[in-house]
């Protein structure tokens, strides 16, 4: 067999499993679901329908019904993976979802081990700021020279509350610095977060008690101020260039992702508070009951996975892949080549590295025609290895 019917034969059965892969996924969640509903209605009559039981098959349940649709969208991009640097950005996002209602329905079950489970979720979330970042400076990058196009725009000013500092440099210090503060999160978040993790085990992290010498205070503060900080980077690029990003669409896209970390965030925080308080009491049954600190995890988890079902289908529409279906018959694309970039974070670490000053020596040393280059480092890497991966399998980006 020749090497032209080789690669025939590939394309064919990329093309056949891209036709069909919707429906061999939903054929597999459905058989898994027709041995967890069982399972859970089984398991709801050996306990005695218990208040924690109970509780479980609900936030379950939301939990199943949020998969398929979050997956639906997944597949969809992948089956029209017409503009790969800003799909993969936004699969990413779409797996926000997922990843929130998973590792909140196994924090209910695991109870022991929901502060890592925690310490994942909450990580991931600062991975999704950055990708949305990412996302929209793809964009700028691939329509518009975006150095000067800044330069003849007039100096962004400073927003709400900040309107008596200076105006925003111009040019590309203004993506640079844009994105500098979006990374000042993707770095401090999971920091602070092994911190927490390391006081928790170790008893000393003061949860709940909002004292100076609360490791848990102190990591909330420094969160909070990161995190804010990072979002309102966010909207002083947007502000600055709505009318270019319009075709994107950006402003949905941006309160659906802050309204997964509003709800999150400060309903944890109203329940820690309610604890504080001791509205929110420890069991009375010592031996298999939860303590006050526990129940309120519990409550957040399962609020979680309720409003994740809400989320994934504002996420399955504002998200969706319609405008990237090609009228131009494409190559199949290699699913297992798409699924490893979304799970490859070399491109945070390279833009960690260029951003943060790391690679301030190669930067400058860098010939002058690519000057470009260091504002979208990962993107040119990601993209490139894309293509050499698609190269080897016989396809074309």
Same mark, same amino acid.
């Given at each position: 067999?020749?090497?032209?019917?080789?690669?025939?034969?590939?394309?064919?059965?990329?093309?056949?499993?891209?036709?069909?892969?919707?429906?061999?996924?939903?054929?597999?969640?459905?058989?898994?679901?027709?041995?967890?509903?069982?399972? #859970?209605?089984?398991?709801?009559?050996?306990?005695?329908?218990?208040? &924690?039981?109970?509780?479980? %098959?609900?936030?379950?349940?939301?939990?199943?019904?949020?998969?398929?649709?979050?997956?639906?969208?997944?597949?969809? &991009?992948?089956?029209?993976?017409?503009?790969?640097?800003?799909?993969?950005?936004?699969?990413?996002?779409?797996?926000?979802?997922?990843?929130?209602?998973? *590792?909140?329905?196994?924090?209910?079950?695991?109870?022991?081990?929901?502060?890592?489970?925690?310490?994942?979720?909450?990580?991931?979330?600062?991975?999704?700021?950055?990708?949305?970042?990412?996302?929209?400076?793809?964009?700028?990058?691939?329509?518009?020279?975006?150095?000067?196009?800044?330069?003849?725009?007039?100096?962004?000013?400073?927003?709400?509350? %900040?309107?008596?500092?200076?105006?925003?440099?111009?040019?590309?210090?203004?993506?640079?610095?844009?994105?500098?503060?979006?990374?000042?999160?993707?770095?401090?978040?999971?920091?602070?977060?092994?911190?927490? +993790?390391?006081?928790?085990?170790?008893?000393? #992290?003061?949860?709940?008690?909002?004292?100076?010498?609360?490791?848990?205070?102190?990591?909330?503060?420094?969160?909070?101020?990161?995190?804010?900080?990072?979002?309102?980077?966010?909207?002083?690029?947007?502000?600055?260039?709505?009318?270019?990003?319009?075709?994107?669409?950006?402003?949905?896209?941006? +309160?659906?992702?802050?309204?997964?970390?509003?709800?999150?965030?400060?309903?944890?925080?109203?329940?820690?508070?309610?604890?504080?308080?001791?509205?929110?009491?420890?069991?009375?049954?010592?031996?298999?009951?939860?303590?006050?600190?526990?129940?309120?995890?519990?409550?957040?988890?399962? +609020?979680?996975?309720?409003?994740?079902?809400?989320?994934?289908?504002?996420?399955?529409?504002?998200?969706?892949?319609?405008?990237?279906?090609?009228?131009?018959?494409?190559?199949?694309?290699?699913?297992?080549?798409?699924?490893?970039?979304?799970?490859? *974070?070399?491109?945070?670490?390279?833009?960690?590295?260029?951003?943060?000053?790391?690679?301030?020596?190669?930067?400058?040393?860098?010939?002058?025609?690519?000057?470009?280059?260091?504002?979208?480092?990962?993107?040119?890497?990601?993209?490139?290895?894309?293509?050499? &991966?698609?190269?080897?399998?016989?396809?074309?980006?």
């Amino acid at each position: 067999m020749d090497g032209d019917t080789i690669l025939r034969w590939d394309q064919y059965a990329a093309r056949w499993l891209r036709d069909r892969l919707g429906y061999i996924l939903l054929i597999i969640y459905m058989m898994l679901l027709c041995v967890a509903i069982p399972l #859970s209605v089984n398991e709801l009559v050996k306990r005695h329908a218990e208040k &924690h039981v109970v509780v479980w %098959f609900v936030a379950g349940v939301f939990v199943y019904m949020t998969i398929p649709i979050t997956t639906s969208g997944v597949v969809q &991009h992948l089956k029209n993976f017409s503009q790969p640097p800003q799909q993969l950005r936004l699969i990413r996002i779409i797996m926000m979802v997922p990843v929130y209602s998973f *590792f909140s329905y196994l924090g209910m079950i695991l109870k022991k081990d929901t502060i890592y489970l925690d310490a994942m979720r909450e990580c991931y979330e600062s991975y999704v700021i950055y990708n949305f970042m990412m996302f929209l400076v793809t964009y700028m990058y691939e329509h518009y020279n975006v150095e000067q196009l800044l330069e003849f725009k007039p100096a962004q000013p400073q927003l709400f509350p %900040f309107q008596r500092l200076p105006p925003w440099p111009k040019g590309k210090s203004f993506v640079i610095w844009s994105k500098r503060g979006v990374f000042v999160y993707v770095v401090s978040k999971p920091i602070t977060t092994v911190i927490m +993790l390391i006081a928790e085990l170790a008893g000393h #992290s003061g949860k709940n008690e909002f004292r100076f010498g609360s490791i848990w205070m102190w990591t909330l503060i420094i969160d909070n101020i990161a995190q804010m900080w990072a979002l309102y980077c966010l909207v002083v690029f947007y502000q600055a260039l709505k009318h270019e990003l319009a075709g994107i669409e950006p402003l949905p896209k941006f +309160l659906c992702v802050k309204a997964v970390v509003f709800f999150s965030f400060w309903q944890g925080l109203f329940l820690d508070c309610l604890v504080l308080l001791s509205i929110i009491k420890d069991s009375e049954d010592k031996v298999n009951g939860y303590t006050a600190e526990e129940t309120a995890e519990t409550v957040q988890n399962m +609020l979680i996975c309720i409003e994740m079902f809400g989320f994934s289908i504002a996420h399955h529409i504002v998200f969706s892949y319609k405008p990237y279906v090609s009228e131009i018959e494409l190559p199949p694309p290699q699913f297992l080549t798409s699924l490893s970039h979304l799970f490859n *974070f070399k491109d945070v670490r390279n833009d960690i590295r260029t951003q943060l000053g790391v690679s301030v020596h190669n930067m400058r040393s860098r010939p002058r025609h690519s000057e470009r280059t260091p504002l979208l480092s990962s993107e040119h890497v990601e993209l490139d290895t894309f293509r050499n &991966h698609s190269q080897e399998n016989g396809d074309t980006v």
